[in-house]
């Protein structure tokens, strides 16, 4: 960045992984630029707050981050306890954000829309590495601006974009039509968002643990509310792989969520059809029809989509990127993360050198860095921000040297696009981060933290 290094670096943005890069920028001295859609830091996050994570707070807290709250008199979580998504908003997320340091460089309400090279689209080739980024944002009240940067951290995440319900990557035939009919896919059942399920024919749609978590909080529901009927649709020709290890799982508040919802499954309280690929939806008067392919059908009164998620690539059109073409993830982290080949196994810590597209001084970091991968761990996000600030500063060798330890990293096939939540349980201790967040990220935010669903952006 040595001809541009008066221009600020573009965060785009502010969940976990992207004030994490704020912080590591900052202590190299480089100016961030956070662009935010939501109102707040953690925006995305806000969406599941609801949802307890997998991994304890010492993998969910960024090194960095909590050197800058530390001069400010904050005082660290229990780094055993496993966090909900709101905790992780209001105890480190939110107090990190009204930092001075942060707040002054943080804008809210601003959604990219675009980035490019100053005065030249992916075509032109002379001097394109010297020339500095044009971030093209619409701020709240349908203002657009131009942000001249030196260089681009994208930590928007994957929240916004879930999977639809269809096969083959395409919406189900009527699908926009029936939206109304179509829920949030983490949605707050007990709370928040509960008349909407009290008393209805509720039909999830998904194998992965936004699925189970959905699922058993629908059956807590029941409890109060008899009327309530729990449907629960799969591709798949069974529903083990959502039941994973039981007892025997290496996370045990995974283990207890999947042996919990094999109970309520033969206990008839879910009623579980598989091999559903959805065909069709139909809205009427009376709710919504799903066809499956093989031309079953279910009569819901509203669907949760818990699909998984998929990066927004459109903002980044006249980029040059280098993508896997299975997961949309860096063409070189792609292979180590692909869910038809990796299941909870381990990914390597990586950063700059993993993360580089022939877009010089451009990344694609956190939950949005695993493309279509259904699971990320926070703390992989962290080391990967850490090692893009230092190749940022010049620091090639400290970008290079791998920093972060994990007990057991790497990609959950939860199907779940975050996947890294836990139901409500009282386990305090968990030896590992990797998903079982918007991730969400679940919403783990960890392969890195796990879910992710965790969206920054």
């Known amino acids: 960045m040595e001809s541009s290094n008066t221009l600020p670096v573009a965060v785009i943005g502010a969940g976990p992984v992207g004030l994490a890069a704020t912080a590591h920028l900052l202590e190299r ?178 194998a992965g643990h936004s699925a189970a978590n959905t699922l058993i909080n629908l059956a807590d529901l029941t409890k109060e509310d008899p009327g309530t009927r729990i449907l629960w649709a799969v591709r798949g020709a069974s529903a083990e792989k959502v039941y994973g290890g039981g007892d025997a799982d290496g996370l045990p508040a995974r283990g207890q969520l999947g042996s919990r919802l094999r109970r309520l499954v033969e206990a008839g309280t879910i009623e579980l059809s598989t091999g559903f690929g959805i065909a069709a939806l139909k809205e009427s008067d009376g709710g919504v029809t799903v066809t499956a ?48 080949f990796h299941s909870c196994g381990t990914v390597p810590p990586h950063g700059a050198r993993l993360l580089a597209h022939p877009e010089k001084d451009f990344y694609i970091v956190g939950m949005k860095s695993y493309g279509r991968a259904p699971t990320f761990l926070l703390a992989t996000g962290y080391e990967q921000v850490r090692s893009v600030a230092a190749a940022l500063a010049g620091d090639l060798e400290a970008a290079d040297t791998v920093q972060l330890e994990l007990p057991e990293t790497g990609v959950c096939s939860s199907g779940a696009g975050t996947s890294c939540d836990a139901p409500d349980v009282t386990l305090e201790e968990t030896e590992s981060a990797c998903c079982g967040t918007p991730e969400p990220v679940l919403v783990g935010f960890p392969t890195g933290l796990s879910h992710g669903r965790s969206g920054d952006h």
């Not at 030196?150 to 029936?178: K, M, Q």
């Not at 990066?311 to 792609?334: H, K, Q, S, T, Y």
């Open 29 to 206: 001295g480089l100016e961030p630029l956070i662009l935010e859609a939501g109102a707040s830091a953690g925006a995305a996050i806000e969406q599941w707050r609801h949802i307890r994570l997998f991994s304890p707070w010492r993998f969910n807290l960024d090194a960095a981050a909590v050197r800058l709250l530390a001069a400010s008199g904050w005082e660290s979580p229990r780094p055993t306890a496993l966090p909900y998504g709101g905790e992780l908003i209001d105890g480190y997320l939110a107090p990190l954000a009204a930092l001075p340091e942060i707040a002054s460089r943080l804008k809210t309400g601003t959604r990219v829309t675009a980035v490019t090279r100053q005065g030249m689209d992916k075509t032109h080739t002379r001097d394109r590495d010297t020339t500095p980024f044009i971030v093209r944002v619409e701020h709240d009240g349908g203002r657009t601006l131009d942000y001249q940067v030196a260089g681009v951290i994208d930590a928007s995440g994957t929240w916004s974009t879930r999977n639809p319900l269809g096969t083959a990557g395409l919406a189900g035939i009527g699908e926009e039509a029936a939206a109304s009919r179509i829920s949030s896919p983490l949605p707050d059942v007990l709370g928040r968002e509960r008349s909407a399920f009290a008393g209805q024919r509720v039909l999830v749609v998904g």
């Open 293 to 340: 392919l093989d031309g079953r059908t279910i009569d819901a009164d509203v669907v949760v989509p818990c699909t998984g998620f998929r990066p927004d690539l459109d903002i980044l059109r006249e980029l040059r990127l280098n993508l896997d073409p299975a997961v949309e993830a860096p063409l070189e982290l792609g292979p180590l993360i692909d869910p038809e």
